[in-house]
């Protein structure tokens, strides 16, 4: 599978999620190469609800009067 933000090599990840007082097990794709991680409540979300034309990220973020 590839990423949806970098287009690199994803990975089906089966991971422990360690919590303050619990744990749980987190079953998601993960990309290699930036890091998103794409969980099935991540995906429904993403079929739910549709992406703004133009938001994208690349953008350059303002803080104060210099762009970073």
Avoid at 22 to 48: F, K, L, P, T
Wanted: glycine fraction near 10%; charge should be positive.
């Amino acid at each position: 599978m590839n990423c949806q933000r970098c287009n690199g090599f994803a990975v089906y990840d089966d991971s422990v999620v360690v919590q303050t007082g619990s744990s749980s097990e987190v079953h998601a794709w993960r990309c290699v190469n930036c890091g998103m991680i794409v969980d099935e409540v991540i995906h429904r979300n993403q079929q739910v609800l549709p992406r703004r034309k133009g938001s994208g990220g690349s953008k350059l973020r303002q803080y104060g009067n210099e762009a970073a």
